[in-house]
């Protein structure tokens, strides 16, 4: 997190320790040991159904002083999308993503990785994509990749 006053990088749980554990699967970050994984999920589906997103661009190279030299290597932030076992008949259509290496974590330890849904186009190189995400079981994920 960025400390819009001062400027400066704030590893999570900073600044909001104190309201740890208020609510039901708020993250920990205690499998972190680096910076770049203790930054916050950009979506975080938990105990859900019936979701569906059509359409998300999640960026991350914000967190330090807009640096873009992470982009590239996607290496900005570790992971932006969380969905966890529970959570049944998720949807997720074009998503977009720039500077991190997991897409979409899943809490049975399977990353859909960006690096292997690189855009490969002169306009945006670093950006990668997912045509179609599809949890309908508590355990089993379809996934559609896309490579231009």
């Given at each position: 997190m960025k400390d819009l006053s001062w400027g400066r990088f704030l590893a999570a749980p900073k600044?909001?320790?104190k309201a740890l554990d208020k609510f039901q699967a708020d993250?920990?970050?205690d499998e972190c040991t680096s910076d770049n994984c203790k930054l916050a999920w950009a979506l975080s589906i938990v105990n859900s159904r019936n979701v569906h997103i059509v359409g998300a661009g999640l960026y991350s190279w914000f967190f330090d002083n807009y640096d873009q030299g992470c982009i590239e290597k996607m290496s900005c932030q570790a992971r932006i999308v969380n969905?966890?076992?529970s959570s049944t008949d998720i949807y997720i259509y074009n998503l977009f993503t720039v500077g991190t290496q997991e897409m979409i974590s899943?809490?049975?330890g399977t990353s859909i990785m960006a690096k292997d849904n690189q855009m490969l186009?002169?306009?945006?190189?670093?950006t990668s994509i997912?045509?179609?995400?599809v949890k309908s079981a508590p355990?089993?994920?379809?996934?559609s990749g896309s490579t231009l």
């Open positions: 600044p909001f320790e993250p920990t970050f969905i966890d076992l899943l809490e049975t186009m002169d306009r945006s190189p670093w997912i045509a179609a995400f355990s089993r994920p379809v996934i």
